[in-house]
């Protein structure tokens, strides 16, 4: 991989030795060129400038959410979760489905820092920084759901296993998804966390060297754990890069694949399915990257960093998007095949009722929204539309968390016996918690972009096209310039 | 435990204490379990059998068990010296010998719950009764009880009760009442008015002569029984064909044939305890099955056990009953019945009649329809079967109902001309269900004095002058007949909560009897009569003891009568019923017909403030909280109307809106509504649950009719929420509830053709001891659902409201499924008691993340609560959805203002079992106090635990016996060898759940009708 340079010009790359560096064209992901100076002053004006009007009335919208968030799960621990629309039939609903939505969204972050780090891709740069912090701010939000969506949440440090405890030698149960659930989102939200704020190191050493305020300049130099620009400091840094883009990277499947477990352990017809892991991280991706787009193309116009999140990266997105979207499809196909051809009573029923039952419009808002639309992305008119690329990643969010309701709720209401059947409605609760973990989510990246700089300066300086993309971790040319060096 | 009689109280216990004292010792003891035990003596085991884990086996005492002793003793010794903090406890002065604390003890009384007079053997902890079981030494009864039965013991702590008598409203002392009705019945006396006690159906032999008392005392003193579901006429009937009037004693145990004519003898009809008793064991399908017909309007319980049941509209009932009397007669070459009209399929009857004649003498014909005429051809047709001194006992009568309509209707007619003076009103409540209530209020306030002995206000006592609570028949003495010469005795369990009196001391004290002290009347009414008629006990004491501590006393009959000749006019019944029928019939397609019945859950509407009857499902329709109109399927489809849509039903000037419920099998020109609910003034929880449909009985030809006809239906385009537990009727071909049939289980029926279990990959799993389990007949099972409030009473499942009831929220621990097959119009039903199924190989007990659900070593299914954090995952993965989770707190929560949430009601919780805070999964434990009881009690007597000592609450209630539980390890135990039974299968087997839980498969008989 390390000698396979992206084409971005259109010359094919030599890969040859002994070649002169200049012969190779600087890889460009930023349009106009921009001085280096330009850079960092344009990435760090949100945080230097006071916020404009679009901000703040998102953030006042976000903030709204999260208050009324912050309402309704007093009053939910105050009364009981039979304030939801749960009931004896449908036991799980809209929590575990906004728990693994939340999960899901999360992977396109750690998918873009570490996947396409490995892979070299130089796109990645503008879009990094943040798509690993929308993954922290959604596992926060996917971690709230398991924690509020028990029966007694007062217990709920009953779920880690803790010792020595004062209650005799109990010890949780190993063999049960949940656990593995705790693991796999607390090691996904230690992993995400360190390696975001490792990122972020040489930036903020750049704001404390910029930053004016005494405040304001001794948070950001105890933020960046004394760093210096060093040789040796970047050299172990990249080191620490790729050691940490290796833990992440098992984690983008095994997470999601953990929590797709949760449902195909079980014997439920419609859970019970050995596809689900590979078919829920693609789904993964595939809502991720929808939620990367909604956010990039709010935060681009915004913010006027349509210079550094170019049409360019949409198309990389766009195309990502389609493929695990085709994915996703597939995997719908394949489990009305299996439900078919595998001949189980239950499980036939269950795909019956999934597309014909009282449910059968989620189905179908799903397959619309998973299905077609991806479909609509191979023009590339398309993926270069803003608007419409815009409207896409909506569709994707709805249709991925019409996805989880589904393949919770729709399993559920009508499983085995007739007479346990009945339909969930969702309650004001359920809802406002829905809307509200949106505004914990949308406030934390609102604060994420007045507060930190949402693009990696220090690489994306790498691949604007000047010479100092020879710092930029993720540039090839950094190796064969060692090697004409060499 | 009242003053009166306490020395013989003690007597009368029967509590475990003694059990555990008479079980030691090698004489044979003088209770037993099994013949075993009584012959060979107590078998006896270690107190560990295995050893402790911890005890050194024979060893010298190591120093690590030196040191564990040691540190054990010291940490004893401190905790020794912790004291729990006192509170405001009242400690007994003087202890008493019976109450021990946390130990239970069990006294024999008898229900008054309807007037069936079931003999019950209540459980009583720490001074207060909690439970109630079936007494299994009643020869009529058996240890089983209704759902009604199961539920008294909540109205005992009712809050809607009064603490006072009350003159006017307004709280007085019993002195000034009694003052006052005395002044009032002197009154009487001197004006030579008429004072009238008008009561319920009197089944206690002593207040009939207390009242025989007052006939003396009082010329003018007349006695009045009214029961709102009536059997007026077949005791006129009887009187008509027999010269006597009175409800014969039905042998459901010794037809071979029984067609029942809209009569619910399983649900509610007459004695439904003991009818699905002998019901059930007549229908045994490894002896012969007895045959059973139904032709009903709406569907009954009774209806949904029958292998043929026919719809058939009220109105043509008596034509079905002639059209069988036609056939039998001409059968029996009697004279010839008028007329040719059959009312349904010829066919049908043929068969029928074929099946009656083929086993005369040995089948019974039985209807609840309270019409003298068809109750006369009936009485014809099981003459002319010679069914009476057979199946129909004539000469020893059930004594379970003496209303009688006419009396009533001359009652209000006397009042409202103002010539009743007084009028003493016990256990009636005409102002709510009879049919002209305004009559009624207005004859009432034109009385002198009224005066009611019920326990609260309701709609007639509020109007009364005075209200004299009565206690509640655990608080009281009393006596019952309910067949001829079967008696049964009523032992107070606690003290009067409230100041009430009882009703007969009343009584007593205003005929101005010497002591006015009903419990030494009884004694010396049970010396002169009960005790005469017997020879095996010469002295009275010993009688009376052992009377109370069994509960019931058989005396034998007065000499056998002969069975009489009928010598009734069935011609003239045959010709009104014909007549009136041809007249419905002519306009039958334009009108509706209303049916008025009694559910099981609220049968005549004196329970309505029980939340666990509300909450009871009906176990047809598995609708709480509340009533509505059944239309069948293809009327509702023609006039457009859906599930819960509320339509206008009217006749005349009576109107009543209620939802609609789309009944499969209801007779497509009848409207079902059920009796018993629309209560204004009953209390928190059954005001204004319902609608009050007996505006729509009238009297007709002295008797009062049930239903209503040209009704006129219409929408009124509002629609109301029916709270149901199940809304999916049809199993989808699933193999939920298996059946079989006659043929196939003969064929099979030599041992070695018991299924095979399926082959696991998971180990066996490995008991210790015992290994737990349940089979349950589904052939035996009738839905009656008294299983289901047992299990309510036991295990203190709350009560959550026909809100959360909406939402599929119901708390019931175990459930009686209810599927249809076949026809819409003509739906073949069964009922299947479900509960958690304890799984060796537990889908929940995998995915619980903090193991608060895990197998015992015995098999059971343990939920911990305090472990259990609420994920509910164990709820999703559970194949039988058997897992109740509680979504709020429904203890002390004004939101569920139910029994748990008053001081009072929460009395009758039961301190064995924890109640659930929010937030907690529970479910069946298959009563794992009463294993845990029942182990101890062997281990304390030295042996070991047998076969039956354990019965779970729902097994205990069930009238028809379909839930064994026992060892499944013991071979011969009885739930063994029913797991051995050909008919033997597990619910879902094939996801290799491996349920501790069996079903034996029901077994289909229809009837050939081509």
């Not at chain 1, 899901?104 to 820092?113: D, Q, V």
């Not at chain 1, 990249?238 to 953990?258: R, W």
Request: proline share 5%.
């Amino acid at each position: 991989m390390s000698t396979t340079s992206i084409s971005v010009n259109g010359k094919a790359p030599d890969a040859a030795r002994g070649i002169e560096t200049q012969m190779l064209p600087p890889p460009s992901w930023v349009d106009d060129k921009p001085s280096l100076r330009d850079i960092t002053d344009d990435i760090a004006r949100p945080l230097e400038a006071r916020p404009g009007k679009g901000w703040w009335i998102c953030f006042g919208i976000a903030f709204a959410a999260l208050l009324n968030l912050g309402g309704m799960v007093t009053y939910l621990f105050a009364k009981g979760i039979g304030i939801w629309g749960l009931n004896n039939s449908v036991g799980w609903a809209f929590d575990i489905t906004n728990f693994v939505f939340w999960v899901g969204i999360g992977h396109a972050g750690t998918l873009i820092s570490a996947i396409l780090l490995l892979f070299r891709q130089q796109w990645r740069t503008s879009i990094n920084r943040s798509a690993e912090a929308m993954t922290i701010f959604a596992v926060m939000c996917a971690g709230m759901f398991p924690a509020i969506h028990m029966g007694r949440p007062w217990d709920a440090f009953f779920i880690f296993p803790y010792f020595p405890n004062q209650r005799g030698p109990l010890w949780v149960n190993f063999r049960s998804p949940l656990v593995w659930d705790v693991f796999a989102i607390s090691t996904y939200l230690t992993i995400s966390l360190v390696f975001w704020y490792l990122g972020m190191i040489p930036d903020l050493a750049t704001l404390r060297d910029r930053a004016t305020g005494k405040i304001k300049k001794f948070a950001f130099r105890l933020l960046s754990l004394g760093w210096n620009g060093s040789h040796r400091t970047w050299s172990r840094y990249e080191i620490v890069s790729l050691v940490l883009a290796g833990l992440a990277t098992p984690l983008v499947l095994s997470v999601h694949s953990i929590v797709s477990m949760d449902f195909a352990t079980s014997l439920l017809p419609g859970w019970h399915t050995t596809i689900f892991p590979p078919y829920f991280v693609a789904g993964a991706i595939y809502s991720g990257f929808g939620m990367v787009l909604t956010l990039l193309i709010i935060t681009r116009s915004t913010m006027n960093l349509q210079r550094y999140i170019t049409l360019r990266h949409l198309d990389k997105m766009a195309k990502v998007t389609m493929l695990t979207g085709m994915i996703v499809s597939y995997a719908y196909l394949t489990e009305f095949f299996s439900a078919w051809y595998g001949g189980n009573l239950y499980e036939r029923y269950h795909f019956i009722n999934r597309a014909t039952g009282p449910y059968a419009w989620c189905f179908y808002l799903m397959v619309l929204c998973n299905v077609v639309t991806p479909q609509l992305l191979w023009s590339r008119k398309a993926r270069t539309s803003v608007r419409f690329l815009f409207i896409v990643s909506i569709m994707v969010n709805i249709g991925m968390w019409f996805e989880r309701f589904v393949i919770i709720v729709v399993s559920l209401h009508r499983a085995f016996l007739p007479s346990g059947w009945g339909m969930f409605y969702p309650t004001i609760f359920d809802i406002g918690i829905l809307v509200g973990s949106f505004g914990l989510f949308f406030t934390c990246f609102l604060l994420f972009i007045r507060l930190l700089p949402m693009i990696a300066m220090w690489e994306i300086k790498g691949v604007v096209g000047h010479g100092a993309h020879k710092m930029a971790l993720s540039s090839d040319e950094d190796q064969e310039e060692v090697a004409v060096n060499a | 435990m009242s003053d009166l009689g306490k020395g013989d109280q003690s007597r009368g216990c029967k509590s475990a204490k003694d059990q555990l004292v008479q079980i030691n010792g090698a004489a044979a003891p003088s209770y037993w379990k099994s013949p075993e035990e009584l012959h060979n003596g107590a078998r006896r085991t270690a107190e560990f059998p295995g050893g402790l884990p911890s005890s050194p086996t024979g060893e010298e005492t190591t120093r690590r068990d030196f040191l564990a002793a040691m540190g054990f003793t010291v940490a004893a010794a401190g905790l020794a010296g912790c004291r729990a903090p006192v509170q405001n406890a009242i400690p007994l002065l003087v202890g008493s010998d019976e109450i021990i604390p946390g130990v239970a003890n069990w006294y024999a009384t008898t229900c008054r719950g309807c007037a069936s007079s079931c003999s019950l053997l209540v459980k009583q902890r720490d001074g207060r009764p909690i439970k109630i079981e079936g007494n299994a030494e009643s020869a009529l009864f058996g240890g089983g009880t209704c759902a009604t039965g199961q539920a008294t013991v909540l109205s005992l702590y009712d809050d809607a009760r009064l603490r006072a008598p009350l003159w006017q409203g307004q709280p007085t002392t019993w002195q000034e009442i009694d003052k006052r009705v005395l002044a009032s019945l002197r009154e009487a006396q001197e004006t030579k008015s008429e004072i009238v006690l008008l009561s319920g159906s009197v089944v206690s032999p002593s207040v009939q002569s207390i009242i025989a008392e007052w006939r003396n005392s009082h010329p003018h003193f007349r006695h009045v029984e009214y029961d709102p579901v009536s059997f007026t006429a077949l005791r006129a009937a009887n009187e008509l064909s027999f010269g006597r009037p009175v409800v014969p004693h039905y042998a459901f145990d010794k037809a071979r044939v029984i067609v029942g004519l809209e009569a619910d003898f399983l649900g509610t009809w007459l004695s439904p305890v003991e009818f699905a008793r002998q019901y059930a064991a007549n229908r045994n399908p490894e002896k012969a099955p007895a045959l059973h017909i139904q032709f009903e309007s709406g569907m009954s319980v009774t209806g949904s056990n029958a292998d043929l049941r026919v719809a058939v509209p009220p109105s043509q009932l008596g034509l079905v009953a002639v059209a069988l009397l036609r056939r039998i007669a001409h059968k029996a070459g009697i004279a010839p019945v008028a007329g040719t009209q059959d009312p349904l399929d010829a066919r049908k009857l043929d068969a029928v009649a074929d099946e009656l004649w083929k086993y005369r003498g040995e089948s019974l014909v039985v209807s609840g329809v309270n019409d003298r005429s068809i109750q006369v051809v009936l009485n014809a047709l099981n003459a002319a079967l010679g069914n009476f001194g057979k199946t129909i006992d004539i000469n020893k009568p059930s004594l379970q109902r003496s209303g009688n309509d006419n009396a009533m209707a001359e009652l209000v007619a006397k009042m409202q001309r103002g010539d009743v003076h007084t009028l003493l009103m016990h256990g009636v409540n005409p102002a709510y269900d009879y049919s002209e209530p305004d009559k009624f209020l207005d004859g009432l306030g034109k009385t002198a004095l009224a005066v009611s002995f019920s326990d609260r206000r309701d709609e007639t006592s509020s109007r009364a002058h005075a209200i004299c609570p009565d206690h509640h028949f655990l608080e009281a003495w009393g006596d019952a007949e309910p067949v001829d010469s079967h008696f049964s005795l009523l032992q107070p369990l606690i003290a009067p909560l409230f100041e009430t009196r009882a009703m007969q001391e009343s009584l007593l004290r205003w005929i101005g009897h010497p002591e006015a002290d009903y419990y030494k009347y009884l004694r010396e009414f049970w010396r002169t009569n009960i005790f005469q008629r017997q020879k095996e006990i010469h002295d009275f004491e010993t009688f009376w003891e052992r009377s109370l501590q069994s509960g019931v006393v058989t005396v034998p009959p007065p000499a056998a009568a002969s069975i009489p000749k009928f010598q009734g006019d069935w011609k003239a019944a045959v010709d009104r019923i014909q007549k009136e029928a041809g007249e419905t019939r002519a306009d039958a397609d334009k009108s509706f017909e209303l049916h008025c019945y009694e559910t099981v859950p609220m049968r005549d509407g004196r329970h309505a403030n029980n939340p666990w009857l509300q909450e009871l499902p009906d176990p047809i329709t598995k609708v709480t909280w509340s009533n509505y109109a059944s239309i069948a399927p293809q009327t509702a489809k023609k006039l457009g109307v859906n599930q819960g849509d509320v339509i206008r039903l009217t006749a005349g000037t009576r109107k009543l809106e209620l939802p609609a419920f789309i009944q499969p099998g209801q007779e497509s020109h009848t409207i079902s509504v059920a009796l018993g609910y629309g209560r204004q003034q009953v209390g928190r929880a059954g005001n204004n649950v319902g609608w009050n449909a007996y505006a729509f009985t009238s009297m007709e030809q002295g008797d009062r009719r049930y239903f209503t006809k040209n009704i006129v239906i219409e929408k009124t385009g509002r629609t109301e929420k029916l709270g149901s537990t199940q809304t999916h009727f049809s199993m989808e071909g699933r193999p939920i509830v298996l059946e079989t049939s006659m043929a196939e289980l003969r064929r099979n029926a030599e041992p070695g053709n018991e299924p095979a279990t399926q082959p696991s990959l998971w180990a066996e799993r490995l008991h210790g001891e015992h290994a737990w389990g349940m089979a349950i007949d589904m052939n035996a099972c009738t839905g009656c659902s008294a299983c289901v409030v047992a299990c309510q009473a036991e295990n203190n499942v709350p009560v959550v409201g026909k809100d959360q009831i909406e939402r599929i929220r119901i708390m019931h621990w175990i459930r009686i499924d209810r599927y249809y097959s076949g026809e819409e119009e003509d739906p073949v039903s069964v009922h299947q008691p479900m509960m958690c199924q304890h799984c060796q190989n537990a889908p929940c007990e995998t995915v619980c993340p903090v193991l608060a659900t895990t197998t015992s070593s015995e098999g059971l299914n343990q939920q911990v609560y305090n472990r259990c954090i609420g994920t509910r995952y164990c709820a999703n993965n559970c194949p039988y959805k058997v897992r109740r989770f509680n979504w709020y707190n429904y203890t002390e929560n004004p939101k569920f203002d139910f029994n748990m949430e008053s001081p009072l009601g929460r009395m009758v919780l039961n301190p064995d079992v924890a109640v659930r805070s929010r937030g907690v999964m529970e479910k069946c434990s298959l009563c794992v106090q009463r294993v845990q009881l029942a182990k101890n009690v062997a281990l304390q007597g030295k042996r070991e635990l047998a076969d039956g000592d354990i019965q779970t609450a729902c097994q205990q209630a069930c009238p028809s016996q379909a839930i064994v539980f026992g060892d499944l390890k013991d071979p011969n135990s009885r739930v063994s060898k029913m797991q051995h039974n050909q008919r033997r299968y597990q619910v879902l087997d094939e996801l290799g759940t491996r349920p501790n839980i069996s079903y034996l498969k029901k077994v289909r008989n229809p009837m050939e009708t081509a």
